[in-house]
């Protein structure tokens, strides 16, 4: 058994303080105050050790909280001392393309092998990389890769499964998905077939509900547990609540490439916001929405609704200069991602950014920005029961950051991978 000392916690469920982390066979063993005097505030922990001996693995624990001291996390025979830093569910970027100069369409093993182990970085601990519109070949490549490394397993964050972010979408609300290359008049059984070839590759699929087989796609796709995204959208309201109806759960990237908020006409936007059903990913860099729009989303959501996604692409973690997405040209100046028509084409945004800016700039607490990081991404996607939070017998999938939002402790599935004194 290793322990985990806390100070903050932060589980995804609740906050804590002063709690002792039991990881075993990569897995969180137990969560219990980690001694006396115990905080008033410990309601929600209802086993509490009667005494230290209760603790099956009592000769790994420090002799004397003086072992504790310091704020750098090392290991201290089996024991973990983060606690003077916050710890946290590690975060699930459940919507980006690349980063360090990987692009998820490149289809290697060594690709999306790469951005496992950059992701970790920003505190990431699971994720589904994003394919672009493209050919079929090479969105069929895009997926071999991702089989493979689920396969064979990644070195750095967990593989959720792909999404499949193009070709079924909008010609209007394309943004940076290559025109010609859209299957606007795609058939259920056209996508069924790609989720075929994927053989449990594929976690996710976005498309525009206003599209004339859309129902009859998410349908299918909802039956064999694939999860629908909705965006790159010009539906109208009463398409966009359609598309929920019939299955779609997330909004992709909320505001950006959708049908925008008329008083007459509320489209997709305002289907989102009236729709408690749906969660609405968020790219929250402060380029791609504004701070206030941002803040409208989060006040009309709410903290459990709301998922901070990066989009980021394979200029992340990498300078300015000139990139590719999915085979076309990109700019990235200032940060900031442009195609060659100007438009934003995914962005340079880590995870932990995110959760930043929307403490900083919207003034949430930091237990909400992680759920909208860690929690809501895993409960859109049906893994919540493994994922998404430190409780008992889900996977060992745990962050600590300082207090200057730098993530200084990774452990993917009860492995540390990242520890940083
Ligand atoms: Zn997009």
């Not at 008049?185 to 976690?203: N, P, Q, Y």
């Not at 019939?246 to 909004?251: E, F, R, S, W």
């Amino acid at each position: 058994m290793t322990y985990l000392r806390t100070g903050v916690c932060h589980t995804g469920e609740g906050s804590l303080s002063n709690v002792l982390i039991g990881v075993e066979n990569g897995r969180i063993a137990s969560v219990r105050p980690a001694g006396d005097p115990f905080p008033a505030d410990f309601g929600s922990i209802r086993d509490m050790p009667a005494s230290p001996a209760d603790f099956g693995s009592a000769r790994d624990m420090p002799a004397s909280p003086a072992d504790f001291a310091g704020a750098s996390p090392r290991p201290a025979g089996g024991v973990i001392d983060l606690s003077g830093l916050t710890v946290l569910p590690g975060f699930i970027d459940i919507h980006f393309h690349g980063g360090n100069g990987y692009d998820v369409m490149q289809g290697t093993y060594e690709a999306i092998n790469g951005l496992s182990l950059h992701k970790l970085a920003e505190g990431v601990t699971s994720f589904c990389p994003a394919t672009m519109t493209d050919t079929p070949e090479n969105i069929r490549r895009a997926l071999s890769g991702v089989r493979g490394a689920l396969e064979r397993g990644t070195d750095g964050a967990r593989i959720i499964g792909a999404f499949i972010e193009g070709p079924y979408i909008s010609r209007e609300f394309r943004g940076a998905h290559t025109e010609r290359l859209l299957r606007p008049d795609f058939t259920a059984r056209e996508v069924e077939e790609l989720i075929d070839f994927g053989a449990g590759a594929v976690a996710s699929v976005a498309l525009a509900p206003e599209l004339p087989n859309a129902l009859e796609t998410i349908a299918a796709l909802r039956r064999r547990g694939v999860n629908v995204r909705l965006g790159h959208t010009a539906a109208t309201f009463a398409e966009a609540k359609a598309g929920i109806a019939a299955g779609g759960n997330v909004a992709i990237h909320t505001y950006n490439a959708m049908s925008p908020l008329n008083h007459r006409e509320p489209g997709m936007v305002g289907a989102v916001m009236t729709e408690p059903g749906i969660y609405a990913e968020l790219i929250c860099d402060f380029i791609h929405v504004h701070p206030a729009a941002a803040a409208i989303l989060l006040k009309m959501k709410g903290p459990d609704k709301v998922i901070l996604v990066t989009d980021c692409i394979s200029a992340g973690g990498l300078g300015d200069g000139e990139y590719n997405l999915g085979g076309e040209p990109v700019t990235v100046a200032g940060g900031v991602v442009r195609n060659s028509e100007g438009r934003l084409a995914g962005s340079t945004l880590s995870v932990i950014t995110a959760v930043r800016n929307v403490c900083e700039t919207l003034n949430a607490p930091l237990a909400d920005a992680a759920r909208m990081a860690s929690a809501n991404p895993a409960k859109a996607l049906g893994i919540y029961d493994r994922t998404g939070s430190i409780s008992e017998g889900k996977t060992a999938d745990i962050i600590a950051i300082d207090g200057e939002y730098n993530v200084r402790f990774v452990m993917v599935g009860g492995e540390v991978k990242i520890m940083r004194g």
